[in-house]
Every structure is written in C-alpha cells, then in structure tokens.
T-cell receptor, first 111, second 116 residues
Framework: QQQVKQSPQSLIVQKGGIPIINCAYE??????FPWYQQFPGKGPALLIA?????SEKKEGRFTISFNKSAKQFSLHIMDSQPGDSATYFC??????????FGQGTELSVKP | ETGVTQTPRHLVMGMTNKKSLKCEQH?????MYWYKQSAKKPLELMFV???????ENNSVPSRFSPECPNSSHLFLHLHTLQPEDSALYLC???????????????FGEGSRLTVL
C-alpha cells in the first residue's frame, strides 16, 4: 500500500523530444506528489510538485499530469535539452508522514 | 555555507570499523532525515528527527545509530556494517517534519559508503 511504482527505469531521447515518466501509487491518503531531479554526484532537488485537487501543473518546460481516479501521475519535459539528463524520482506523501519514492528514471537527452 | 552539508563525501570501512557520518543544515529547518540510496532502488527512509526528537525509525538495523544533538546537526554512527550496507547515504532537512506537504526536502550531496 505504501509503494510508488515508477517507469521506465531508463529513457533516451533526442534533444527537443518530450520524455514522459510515469508513476502509480497505492496509498489514497497521499496528498502531495513531488518530482525530484538528481544530477550525478549531487543530492536530489525538488523540481515540481502537485496536489490532487488539480489535474495538471506546469512550471517552465516541466509539466505534471495527475489522474486521481487512476492513482497515476506523470512528468513531461517539453523541448528537452542535454542539460536535463539526470535521474528523476517521483514520490507520494501526506501530512505528518514521510515521502515514499519511486525507484527513479535515468534520463539521457542526446544532442 | 548554505544548504545541507554532508561529510565525509566518501568513506571506505571494514566490517569491524566504527565510523560516523555528519550532516549540517544551514536553513533553519526543524526536521532532519537520513535516506539510503542504492542503485536501481527507491530512496529508503531510515530515520526522521523533528525538533531533535526521533519520530521515525524505519526498521533500520541497530548497526546504524542516529544522533541529533540539535536541529542543525545530524549524525549516523556506523559499526559492524555488512558489505550490503554499501550505498549513498543522503541527509535531508525540511521546515517541519509534521507538515511535509507544506514544504520540500532539501538534500545534501550524500556520503558514498563502501564496506569491505
């Protein structure tokens, strides 16, 4: 019930492409869904987050789409750049609780 | 210094050694966390401290012993570790560990641990 399942495990796209990373959760008590970005040798950093009262949130080239009934959410990166190459983690959490992370997606954007 | 600082960045230890990882946050946060990051696995929460009190121990073996002397410092004491404990250990902080949804986790760069 606590798991967050993330796919794909790795993803390669060409510059300008739109990589999509998907996550599914089980715990209906989750009310906070962040995405973290991690570059090699660095700790994860918050990229964008959404709450279940909206179906989409956009910040710059990054968009979260959220489907509450399906318990799924996804990250879309528009006009991807080589500098977006990193590992992306989705997570679910709630007040008073811990964040449960997905297993990560290693994204490579080729020039 | 700003953010969350972890030392050492790399550590190699034998199974009989005793060592400690240190984390310091300069963000004025009240909650601190230890996470374990292994390849191809989700980030695993180990311990949570909120206002210096431990509020979460995620069934972590006793060979890992956390210490939080104040809201700015967090230690992870290591003894008689196993090779499978080799991983990246990440420290994080947040404004308040009881209202995670209102804030984000700020991570350090991690301590890469190798147990021989």
């Amino acid at each position: 019930q606590q798991q967050v399942k993330q796919s794909p495990q790795s993803l390669i796209v060409q510059k300008g492409g739109i990589p999509i990373i998907n996550c599914a959760y089980e715990n209906t008590a989750f009310d906070y869904f962040p995405w973290y970005q991690q570059f090699p040798g660095k700790g994860p950093a918050l990229l964008i987050a959404i709450r279940p009262d909206v179906s989409e949130k956009k910040e710059g080239r990054f968009t979260i789409s959220f489907n509450k009934s399906a318990k799924q959410f996804s990250l879309h990166i528009m006009d991807s750049q080589p500098g977006d190459s990193a590992t992306y983690f989705c997570a679910g959490g709630n007040q008073g609780g811990k964040l449960i992370f997905g297993q990560g997606t290693e994204l490579s954007v080729k020039p | 210094e700003t953010g969350v600082t972890q030392t050492p960045r790399h550590l190699v230890m034998g199974m009989t050694n005793k060592k400690s990882l240190k984390c310091e946050q300069h963000l004025g946060h009240n909650a601190m966390y230890w996470y374990k990051q292994s390849a191809k696995k989700p980030l695993e929460l180990m311990f949570v401290y909120n206002f210096k009190e431990q509020t979460e121990n995620n069934s972590v073996p006793s060979r890992f012993s956390p210490e939080c002397p104040n809201s700015s410092h967090l230690f992870l004491h290591l003894h008689t570790l196993q090779p499978e404990d080799s991983a990246l250990y990440l420290c994080a902080s947040s404004q308040d560990g009881s209202s995670l949804g209102a804030g984000e986790l700020f991570f350090g760069e991690g301590s890469r641990l190798t147990v021989l």
